[in-house]
């Protein structure tokens, strides 16, 4: 049945793309039980800060410390726990954080794969917003929803399920621009990859982090869309093992171009490793 799925994307072609350079990979490591399982990441503008976040709703902030293009070592912490309205302790079942997105203005969102929403934080250790939520979300699998989360230059949101129902069915992308929710589009499904993280980059396009787990490690892949879910490209795809479980993206501009940052979930196991890892774009 795997090799069934697998065949439309083999008769597929898609637009032929320039490699891209891959900068560096480091390994983070914190003295800290609740380090780990890292779901997304939002680097800043200029590449100097980063906000990470855990699948077990945890955040942590941090900075690089960079030797020519390369991260060289991270100054972090602390690790903050987040919480509900009110400052309520959040439960296990919304505790499963995936997606992560930060406005103009500095407003967090973070998407939720169990609980399936986001929540809105002005600051990472304030309380959480209510759950923004559609009754569109009310079919979805526990466990395999809002894994990806990304905001445009005007606030409006855009979150994709990890799984979309069907191995050849599209994977559906919901949008929530000034408090009403829709789905504008949907982005093919091509073979056995799964949805793993999203940004938007300073281009204005959809750039979409995918997984694909085949028994001893994994394989990555990035595409890109426009805002209507046209002009897919595929701009990069690992071999297997290459990297760890690389789950967040963020796109940023320096003075020589566009990068990618991603980072890997160690699953909290010691034979996994957080990984950040960074390319440039060459097309």
């Not at 304030?126 to 569109?136: F, H, K, N």
């Not at 046209?230 to 479980?245: A, P, Y």
């Amino acid at each position: 049945m795997r090799l069934t799925a697998l065949l439309p994307a083999l008769w597929f072609a898609l637009p032929a793309q320039s490699e891209p350079v891959l900068i560096g990979s480091h390994v983070w490591v914190l003295d800290d039980p609740r380090f780990g399982g890292f779901s997304a990441i939002e680097v800043s503008d200029d590449g100097d800060s980063f906000l990470a976040l855990s699948d077990r709703a945890v955040f942590v902030s941090g900075q690089f410390a960079r030797s020519g293009d390369q991260i060289a070592g991270i100054t972090a912490g602390p690790i903050v726990t987040m919480s509900g309205p009110g400052g309520r302790a959040l439960t296990r079942a919304e505790s499963d954080s995936e997606g992560l997105a930060t406005g103009a203005d500095g407003t967090i969102y973070v998407s939720y794969e169990w609980t399936h929403g986001i929540r809105n934080f002005a600051a990472i250790d304030t309380p959480g917003s209510d759950l923004m939520t559609t009754p569109a979300f009310d079919g979805m699998q526990t466990n395999a929803s809002l894994e990806a989360l990304a905001i445009d230059s005007d606030g409006t949101l855009y979150t994709i399920p990890e799984r979309s129902g069907g191995a050849t069915q599209p994977f559906p992308v919901f949008r929530l621009r000034n408090g009403i929710w829709d789905q504008p589009f949907s982005i093919p499904r091509r073979g056995a990859f799964l949805v793993a993280g999203a940004d938007i980059g300073p281009d204005g396009r959809l750039y979409v982090l995918e997984r694909d787990f085949l028994g001893i490690g994994f394989r990555s892949r990035v595409r890109r869309f426009d805002l209507t879910g046209g002009s897919e490209e595929v701009l990069l795809e690992t071999r297997l093992r290459q990297h760890d479980n690389l789950e967040g993206i963020s796109i940023w501009q320096d003075d020589q171009g566009v990068r990618m940052t991603l980072i890997s979930d160690d699953n909290y196991r010691a034979f996994q490793r957080t990984e950040i890892v960074e390319y440039r774009l060459t097309d």
